[in-house]
């Protein structure tokens, strides 16, 4: 079992930065691939990015490329996401995630929220025009 927590959302302007990091307590961290996805105002929960389990291998959804970088530490258990040049279109309630070492299919399994066994309670990252 592991339990997610969230922290580092806030107001911030246009064009500035904010870096989100997610705190894992339980056994096994190194084992779980890990990802953020966000919930904008009145939309569904969509994936913005993830990362592999030794840190070698990270995703994002095109709007975030460039901008966002997921990162780990397992030796802390943490996993950030800096996110650089935010947007209006970037204000959401962000998720930290967890998936389980199991079989996946397709080769963009980590986009889909039902492949993740641990949520976090999220963290609201608002971005004023």
């Known amino acids: 079992q592991v339990q997610l927590g969230e922290s580092g959302g806030g107001l911030v302007q246009t064009g500035g930065s904010l870096t989100l990091s997610c705190a894992a307590s339980g056994p096994d961290f190194s084992t779980y691939v890990m990802a953020w996805f966000r919930q904008p105002p009145g939309k569904e929960r969509e994936f913005a990015a993830a990362?592999?389990?030794?840190?070698?291998?990270?995703h994002y959804t095109d709007s975030v490329k460039g901008r966002f970088t997921i990162s780990r530490d397992n030796a802390r258990n943490t996993v950030n996401l800096q996110m650089n040049s935010l947007k209006p279109e970037d204000t959401a309630v962000y998720y930290c995630?967890?998936?389980?070492?199991?079989?996946?299919?397709?080769?963009?399994?980590?986009?889909?929220?039902?492949?993740?066994?641990?949520w976090g309670q999220g963290t609201q990252v608002s971005v004023s025009s």
């Open positions: 995630a967890a998936h389980s070492p199991k079989v996946t299919y397709g080769m963009t399994w980590y986009e889909s929220q039902y492949e993740y066994d641990y």
């Open positions: 990362i592999m389990r030794d840190g070698d291998i990270a």
